[in-house]
């Protein structure tokens, strides 16, 4: 398996502009979770996906985030407009449904928000 | 409500020495703890976890843990530090009780040679 996809790798954005950041889990995983990783706040999560169905979604910062999960193998997180402050590293993780599974980590999207 | 305490921002270690990032924690229930590396610009790498039986858990890359469950902690070793090993380290908690995965504000590790 090639692991937890997420693309783009790096993302650069004005103020204002919609981002869409995607993200492909690993087969036969059916958690899904999004984080936002900072220097300040360190690692957040912002939304748990459990079989498709959001769980969790109270570390969303705002209304402009959003994320959906439209089938077992593909997620996107939106942020619609982006801010500066959105400047982050977002991961994408996914696990088995357990609490005993360990989670895991894409590679990151790196957002700057100009 | 559950938390999890990684005391030291920065913990620094010369080559071959043994070393030791500490990891407390607090939940209601039975804990299942977990270890992370995260290598500059990359996501994190799950190391090792405790679950249940022995206290001693071994993981990858020669790294170990011992959950002590009177000091409510997870102590995460290695005998003999590597410059490779220079990384940012995170402890993680989850209980029975509670499906969402506690993380600590990691503890970045500096081997020197």
């Known amino acids: 398996d090639a692991g937890v996809i997420q693309s783009p790798r790096h993302e650069v954005t004005e103020m204002g502009q919609e981002v869409t950041l995607r993200c492909k889990p690993i087969?036969?995983?059916?958690?899904l979770f999004w984080y936002r990783q900072t220097m300040m706040r360190g690692l957040e999560l912002l939304i748990y996906?459990?079989?498709?169905?959001?769980?969790?979604d109270s570390g969303m910062p705002e209304d402009r985030f959003s994320a959906k999960m439209p089938n077992a193998s593909f997620s996107t997180l939106k942020i619609q407009p982006s801010e500066p402050r959105d400047s982050a590293v977002y991961f994408c993780?996914?696990?088995?449904?357990?609490?005993?599974?360990?989670?895991?980590f894409g590679p990151g999207t790196r957002l700057t928000v100009l | 409500a559950q938390s999890v305490a990684q005391p030291e921002d920065q913990v620094n270690v010369a080559e071959g020495n043994p070393l030791t990032v500490k990891c407390t924690y607090s939940v209601s229930g039975n804990p299942y703890l977990f270890w992370y590396v995260q290598y500059p610009n990359r996501g994190l790498q799950f190391l090792l976890k405790y679950i249940t039986g022995d206290n001693l858990v071994k993981g990858s890359y020669g790294f170990e843990a011992e959950f002590n469950k009177s000091q409510t902690s997870f102590h995460l070793k290695k005998p003999s530090a590597l410059v490779s090993d220079s990384a940012l380290y995170f402890c993680?908690?989850?209980?029975?009780?509670?499906?969402?995965?506690?993380w600590g504000a990691g503890t970045k590790l500096i081997i020197k040679p």
């Open positions: 996906f459990n079989n498709n169905v959001p769980i969790d």
């Open positions: 087969s036969g995983h059916n958690s």
């Open positions: 993680a908690v989850r209980s029975d009780s509670n499906y969402q995965l506690i």
């Open positions: 993780a996914s696990s088995l449904a357990s609490v005993f599974d360990e989670q895991f």
